[in-house]
């Protein structure tokens, strides 16, 4: 299994462009979810989803885009991108959303620059 | 309020010695902490897991303890190898399967 992975590894944007961090797993967990770590800060949750077809927000949404219409895919997308989107974002999927405080498996990490 | 708190924030240890990481938190209910480690440029992976009824935990040079009473964890780290540079990262799963991360105990190794 190759676990979580995530596409590109890293990105450079220009204020206004748009793009999309790509996850995927292969381990049919139902949970994923997207984190963003910058320094001196803990990995703060963007967005989440249970499942195919089911997103949520997480702690700070505004300026990101999920979807999920497969199990294994979970893409998350930049509209505008600002410079505070500067920073290092995690994939991470669980067998369930009660597990992931049990067992959550992290994807490589994309470090994205906005200039 | 960050709910989970680590110290210290760095440290700086020589090949070979012990070092102790702290964890304190203030979720509740509690349902269990787990202890990750982030290699630099990569995504955390899980060192250990432990429950309410936990108190010991180890995973080879690694040993976690839980003090459910006083909301404290600690992770001491045996005979460090330059392969333990790191950030360690403190995660508290509470009620409704809420998680709060802590913002990491960053360790460098030195020969």
């Known amino acids: 299994n190759a676990g979580v992975t995530q596409t590109p590894k890293f990105q450079v944007l220009k204020t206004g462009q748009s793009m999309t961090l790509q996850c995927a797993q292969d381990?049919?967990?139902?949970?994923m979810s997207w984190y963003r770590q910058d320094p001196g800060m803990g990995l703060r949750l963007i967005h989440y989803?249970?499942?195919?077809?089911?997103?949520d927000q997480g702690e700070v949404p505004n300026g990101y885009n999920v979807s999920r219409s497969t199990t294994e895919d979970f893409p998350l997308r930049l509209l505008s991108a600002a410079p505070s989107q500067t920073s290092v974002y995690f994939c991470?999927?669980?067998?369930?959303?009660?597990?992931?405080?049990?067992?959550?498996?992290f994807g490589p990490g994309t470090r994205l620059t906005v200039l | 309020k960050n709910q989970v708190e680590q110290s210290p924030q760095s440290l700086i240890i020589l090949e070979g010695k012990n070092c102790t990481l702290q964890c304190n938190y203030t979720v509740s209910p509690f349902s269990n902490l787990r202890w990750y480690k982030q290699d630099t440029g990569r995504g955390p992976v899980s060192l250990t897991i432990?429950?309410?009824?936990?108190n010991t935990k180890s995973n080879g040079r690694y040993t976690a303890t839980l003090d459910a009473d006083t909301k404290q964890s600690s992770l001491h780290i045996t005979a460090s190898q330059l392969s333990d540079s790191a950030s360690y990262i403190c995660?508290?799963?509470?009620?409704?399967?809420?998680?709060?991360f802590g913002k990491g105990n960053q360790v460098v190794v030195i020969p």
């Open positions: 432990m429950t309410f009824s936990e």
């Open positions: 991470a999927s669980s067998y369930s959303w009660r597990e992931r405080g049990v067992e959550q498996f």
């Open positions: 995660v508290v799963s509470g009620g409704n399967n809420r998680l709060a």
């Open positions: 381990m049919n967990h139902e949970y």
């Open positions: 989803s249970v499942g195919a077809g089911i997103t």
